[in-house]
Antibody
Framework: QVQLVESGGGVVQPGRSLRLSCAAS????????MHWVRQAPGKGLEWVAA????????YHADSVKGRFTISRDNSKNTLYLQMNSLRVEDTAVYYC?????????????WGQGTLVTVSS | QAGLTQPPSVSKALRQTATLTCTGN????????AAWLQQHQGHPPKLLSD???KRPSGISERFSASRSGNIASLTITGLQPEDEADYYC???????????FGGGTKLTVL
């Protein structure tokens, strides 16, 4: 069983940067991919980015491409999301979720989320 | 990125059966299948069925997923009050090299 805990959210001004972290425990972190998914207040889920188990493949949604970067440090069992040039519309709860591999399924485990508020 | 299409709301009576739909295209649902997630207000989503229509351990047999062409479906039998939630579908899109989500269906159990 995998446990995921996000951190790093907060209030930030438009144009500034923020880095989110997701600490994983349980099943071997380096055996599965990971996702970031966000949910704006009162809205649906929006996939943000994904990374393969070893970090060699990364994918980003068009809405964040060129501004956000997903990465991971398997030695620290931690997933990251570097968010630059933040916009008001990036305001959301950001979830990390387990990806495929390691004997499980995509999206079979989620963290509790961390709130990012972009406001002047 | 174009998402998947889900009806915004569905209402069904207690103990009845609800079927939720998710419409995509040949680049996503049609050849990759769709996963289904349930989200209760204030909680993170929970996977009900993966894109190969398999239920993770611990998910009730009342939830079953299927696909016909570019349309994925989630059937919930014997509706219970706790089934009232938002339901999302998601699929990998091979042309976008991205995951896409549906807008979600709010299920009300009357």
């Amino acid at each position: 069983q995998v446990q995921l805990v996000e951190s790093g959210g907060g209030v930030v001004q438009p144009g500034r940067s923020l880095r989110l972290s997701c600490a994983a425990s349980g099943r071997t972190f380096s055996s599965y991919g990971m996702h970031w998914v966000r949910q704006a207040p009162g809205k649906g889920l929006e996939w943000v980015a994904a990374i393969s188990h070893d970090g060699s493949n990364k994918y980003h949604a068009d809405s964040v491409k060129g501004r956000f970067t997903i990465s991971r440090d398997n030695s620290k069992n931690t997933l990251y999301l570097q968010m630059n040039s933040l916009r008001v519309e990036d305001t959301a709860v950001y979830y990390c979720a387990k990806g495929g591999g390691g004997g499980g399924y995509h999206f079979d485990c989620w963290g509790q989320g961390t709130l990012v508020t972009v406001s002047s | 990125q174009a998402g998947l299409t889900q009806p915004p709301s569905v209402s069904k009576a207690l103990r009845q059966t609800a079927t939720l739909t998710c419409t995509g295209n040949s680049n996503n649902v049609g050849n990759q299948g769709a996963a289904w997630l349930q989200q209760h207000q204030g909680h993170p989503p929970k996977l009900l069925s993966d894109r190969n229509n398999k239920r993770p351990s611990g998910i009730s047999e009342r939830f079953s997923a299927s696909r016909s062409g570019n349309i994925a479906s989630l059937t919930i039998t014997g509706l219970q009050p706790e089934d009232e939630a938002d339901y999302y579908c998601s699929a990998w899109d091979t042309s976008l090299s991205a995951w896409v989500f549906g807008g979600g269906t709010k299920l009300t159990v009357l």
